[in-house]
């Protein structure tokens, strides 16, 4: 399957992200992990988290951290 375009991103409670996908398609990605594993010095603060942006075909912060297409698309959940 072809993963469709992400066209916006929102950071929500809990250190999850709010997608969507052309068409309409929403879903939301889970990236506490993130805050837990390797990034976790800057990911813990709710600012940082709150810097996520588009890159790409994915999601990037300020820090230059960031979660790919496929990623996103297969660990997150439609809402």
Known sequence: MEIPRLVHVWPIK?????????GQVR???DA?????GYWHNERKE????????LSGD????????????DELWNASKEV
């Open 14 to 22: 809990g250190y999850r992200l709010l997608l969507e996908y052309e």
């Open 46 to 53: 709710s600012e940082y988290f709150d810097t996520v942006h």
């Open 27 to 29: 879903r939301v990605f």
């Open 58 to 69: 994915g999601i990037a912060w300020s820090g230059g951290q960031n979660v790919e297409a």
């Open 32 to 36: 506490s992990y993130l805050v837990r």
